[in-house]
């Protein structure tokens, strides 16, 4: 089975910076749509980015655009996202997740997940 696994997180003041990468096991995923979810405990599970196949389509929340960027190593059979000027809004568990059917924020096909890596922004 291809597993997933979140690595990157951390506490970091607002307007600073963290990568989280995800790495694929059991597998290679150079097939699949790759999503960031990030999650608060009492909220529902947010898309915030998302990437094809192919690296060439990406897909960001409006919440995030312009300050996360995604990105996939076919090589290293990983995928990372760059996420900037953190807000405490950012606050969350991120998790990443594959997806072989379709290419979305979200939707029907992600059954493949993460542990999760918490990321914590303070003001």
């Known amino acids: 089975l291809l597993q997933l696994t979140e690595s990157g997180g951390g506490s970091v003041q607002a307007g600073g910076s963290l990568t989280l990468s995800c790495v694929a096991s059991?597998?290679?995923?150079?097939?699949?749509?790759i999503a960031w979810f990030r999650q608060v405990p009492g909220k529902e599970r947010e898309a915030v980015a998302a990437?094809?196949?192919?690296?060439?389509?990406?897909f960001y929340a409006d919440s995030v655009k312009g300050r996360f960027t995604i990105s996939r190593d076919s090589a290293k059979n990983s995928a990372d996202i760059q996420m900037n000027s953190l807000k405490p809004d950012d606050t969350a568990t991120y998790y990443c997740?594959?997806?072989?059917?379709?290419?979305?924020?979200?939707?029907?096909?992600?059954?493949?997940w993460g542990q999760g890596t918490q990321v914590t922004v303070s003001s």
């Open positions: 059991g597998g290679v995923f150079s097939n699949y749509c």
């Open positions: 997740s594959a997806n072989p059917f379709r290419c979305a924020l979200g939707g029907t096909g992600f059954e493949i």
């Open positions: 990437i094809g196949s192919t690296g060439v389509r990406t």
